[in-house]
């Protein structure tokens, strides 16, 4: 029988999310007083979770943590959440999480400002949210330090894998040797890793030899169901526009398939302003697709829910949000990209192999109005199926769980 969390709201779940009402309560040895505090750390979370800093750009792991973190304050958990310095005040609370500042973007002397202000504000962000589990995704320096500040505070860290890259060394999207050193000395210290698919989980093991647990996504429901005929986009790419998007394949796709209304929305990312440019660009040239630039959060899940057909041309993944934003729109997914099989096993769009193979798949799906609702069918069954909160969630309370099994007693919320 698993044992249980005790809330900070009185209730209690187990590690699968079932209240333990359910069942005859047992409380978790060394954590029988209460809920272990959480705290999510990722700098870009407050676009997502903030709606007045929305206009700064989001990817795919800040939907995630702030989607979490949401969640854990609905069980009762106490949360808090370190993030950038975008300008709002310290220890600010929205959806009842409660938000500690570390540093802002472009603070300090280069080379220098990697240990101050960086280094000694994220610690400092760390330390006053005084959590008892903090909770890390993206390979990165960021890791490491969090996890020594936990080592030091008798504390536990959680990592989250966010792509395949973050399982293999030589692939790893790090750019300095040092970052890669903190990355790795982070991860051997984490009290448990989670992996987004069985792929992700065999690479952490067979490169670093390190064990993990798969945990799937959370995702917001849509506010309103448009038929086919109010779908006025036929195909939709979004991303942050970089090199390893291949975004100039959606150029080609809408090129090719110029009947087809298309759509493009996607930011800048550091050292991709040239490429964001040139894609502009050429948008605009051709008149196709519609080039919207970046869009918050809030405006891309309303652009998903106008839209037919999920373009992803990506060449490096992990298991993208943008999926999950589509299916749970019924909107099916093509892609070169098919993570753990599941787009072909369950038939919620088209796994591709070349341009060629993709233009006729959206060619289907955008003229054929029987297959396009079928696939649509399938693709809000299966997320109704299989991407329920509580179900979801099940991963990351046994996370938490394991994490907190063992702390000091006096680390431990109380």
């Not at 040239?274 to 959060?297: K, M, N, S, V």
Request: hydrophobic share 45%.
């Amino acid at each position: 029988m698993p044992p249980v969390l005790v809330c900070a709201d009185g209730g209690a779940y187990d590690s699968t999310g079932v209240p333990a009402s359910r069942r005859a309560l047992r409380v978790v040895p060394d954590c029988a007083m209460t809920t272990p505090r959480v705290c999510f750390v990722g700098l870009g979370n407050l676009p997502v979770l903030a709606p007045e800093f929305e206009r700064f750009g989001i990817g795919g792991e800040q939907v995630q943590q702030s989607l979490l973190a949401k969640a854990f304050v609905r069980r009762g958990f106490p949360v808090s959440m370190v993030v950038a310095d975008y300008g709002q005040p310290d220890g600010a609370t929205w959806s009842g999480v409660q938000v500690y500042k570390a540093y802002r973007a472009r603070e300090g002397i280069p080379v220098v400002r990697f240990v101050h202000p960086r280094w000694t504000k994220l610690w400092g962000a760390l330390r006053r949210a005084a959590a008892d589990v903090y909770y890390v995704s993206c390979a990165g320096a960021q890791v490491g330090q969090v996890a020594m500040w936990a080592a030091r505070n008798g504390r536990r860290m959680i990592f989250r894998v966010a792509s395949d890259t973050d399982c293999e060394p030589d692939r790893l999207l790090i750019s300095f040797w040092r970052d890669r050193k903190l990355y790795e000395y982070g991860l051997r210290r984490a009290a448990s890793i989670l992996a987004q698919s069985v792929r992700q989980q065999a690479l952490m093991q067979s490169n670093y030899g390190l064990d993990s647990s798969v945990a799937r996504m959370l995702v917001d429901a849509p506010e309103r169901e448009l038929s086919l005929a109010e779908r006025d986009i036929s195909l939709l790419w979004v991303s942050n526009i970089q090199q390893l998007k291949r975004p100039e394949m959606f150029l080609e796709l809408a090129r090719r398939l110029h009947s087809c209304a298309a759509s493009m929305v996607g930011g800048t990312q550091p050292g991709a302003k040239d490429l964001y440019e040139q894609i502009r660009a050429r948008a605009a040239r051709a008149g196709t697709p519609t080039f919207h630039g970046a869009l918050p959060y809030r405006a891309t899940n309303h652009v998903f829910e106008r839209s037919r057909v999920f373009i992803n041309t990506s060449d490096i993944e992990g298991f993208p949000n943008t999926y999950l934003q589509a299916w749970v729109r019924g909107v099916p997914v093509i892609s070169f990209f098919d993570p753990d099989g599941v787009i072909q096993r369950e038939g919620l769009g088209h796994a591709v192999a070349s341009l060629d193979e993709m233009a006729r798949a959206a060619h289907r799906l955008t003229t054929d109005s029987q297959a396009w609702l079928e696939t649509s069918a399938r693709c809000t069954a299966y997320m109704a199926r299989c991407y329920g909160e509580n179900q979801i969630l099940q991963a990351y309370l046994a996370a938490v769980e394991r994490a907190a099994i063992g702390m000091p007693s006096a680390a431990v919320s109380t």
